[in-house]
């Protein structure tokens, strides 16, 4: 707790994202740990995942840069699939945001029903499976579930637009870190799910329960732990 929340730079997550792919592709770079469930994802795994994400987006979504998508997804791996499948079509990541005035919402299955009821969009039903397998039985009407659409998609795409975000000091560089989120709406956590990571060189090990910090640091060779 207590870290400097100072913006630093202006960061290009693509292009991050492809040149920690390039340089240290093999490397972890996004571990999700929630009770028994643990999923590591290499920086080459991140952006395949965020490509096909940022393919369904464009091609099958039709949105162009500067689309408004609010992202009501919690503090999982999915979170930072679709930013950087967002920042690769030059979107708008909004987190949380309104679906009344949003181009494309991105929920659970367990916000689905309400989020539709005031969006005049389409809402895309993201699985938390550990594996992103299809929503068990089916999405609520006029949803669309995200693994049939995202899954098709290849796992390469070319950037449709830049998208730039601040990203704060978050204290370190190269370090692998575990970031325990207790409030899936702190802002702070939607920079910690890529962009930090992305900007510091660093990996990150996405957990939710605070009283599990000290043994995942143990467990995955942390340098430190921050608590959002």
């Known amino acids: 707790r207590g870290h400097s929340l100072r913006t630093v730079t202006d960061a290009d997550l693509w292009g991050l994202l492809s040149t ?42 039709l949105l162009d840069p500067g689309a408004r998508i609010a992202v009501h ?17 030059g979107g708008e990541c909004e987190p949380f945001g309104d679906p009344g005035s949003a181009d494309l919402v991105v929920c659970t299955s367990a916000d689905a029903a ?29 949803c669309i579930d995200a693994s049939v659409v995202v899954r098709m998609q290849p796992d390469g795409f070319a950037a449709r637009g830049r998208f730039s975000v601040n990203v704060p000091d978050v ?4 370090e692998r870190t575990v970031v325990v989120c207790t409030d899936e709406r702190n802002t702070d956590s939607w920079v910690w799910a890529l962009p930090a ?16 910090a000290q043994s995942a640091a143990e467990q995955e060779r942390a340098t430190r732990i921050v608590v959002l």
């Open 20 to 61: 920690r792919r390039r340089t240290h592709g093999s490397d972890p770079l996004l571990t999700y740990i929630s009770g028994d469930e643990r999923m590591e994802l290499s920086a080459i795994s991140t952006e395949n995942g965020a490509a096909k994400v940022a393919g369904a987006l464009a091609d099958e979504f």
């Open 171 to 174: 204290g370190a560089t190269a």
């Open 73 to 89: 997804l919690p503090w999982h791996w999915q979170r930072s699939l679709w930013i950087g499948g967002i920042a690769a079509i």
């Open 114 to 142: 309400a989020l539709s009821s005031s969006a005049s969009c389409d809402v895309v039903v993201v699985s938390l499976h550990p594996f992103g397998l299809t929503i068990p039985g089916s999405v609520p009407d006029g």
């Open 197 to 212: 990571p992305l900007v510091t060189g660093g990996s990150i090990i996405m957990c939710t329960d605070e009283s599990a």
